[in-house]
């Protein structure tokens, strides 16, 4: 059971950036997942990527948020560029198959005008 540690979240401007990490033994050999989770709504899938670096993307991030891997660091980023205020919420990374991890306490992400 790997613990997931999400980090780089904090208050941006509508068009500004952020770089999310996430670190957890066992990502090496795990197709991952970003997700987020918006106030008041559910969970959601953001982006994923797959051991050897196939990515997909939701359809309101494509172009704007890129996710990567380092398996030699067993982490995963997720580089977001062109925020908007929809954005806003709490992210967290896990495994995209199969039971997912303990949840981690996610990195919260605030976009503002």
């Known amino acids: 059971q790997a613990q997931l540690m999400e980090s780089g979240g904090g208050m941006a401007q509508a068009g500004g950036s952020l770089r999310l990490s996430c670190a957890a033994d066992?990502?090496?050999?795990?197709?991952m997942g970003w997700y987020r989770q918006a106030p008041g709504n559910e969970r959601e899938v953001v982006a994923s990527?797959?051991?050897?670096?196939?990515?997909t993307y939701a359809d309101f991030v494509k172009g704007r948020f890129t996710i990567s891997r380092d398996n030699g660091k067993n982490s995963v980023y997720l580089q977001m560029n062109s925020l908007k205020i929809e954005d806003t919420g709490v992210y967290y990374c896990?495994?995209?198959?199969?039971?997912?991890?303990?949840w981690g306490r996610g990195t919260r992400v605030t976009v503002s005008s």
């Open positions: 066992g990502i090496f050999s795990r197709t």
């Open positions: 896990n495994k995209l198959f199969g039971a997912p991890w303990v």
């Open positions: 990527i797959s051991v050897n670096g196939t990515t």
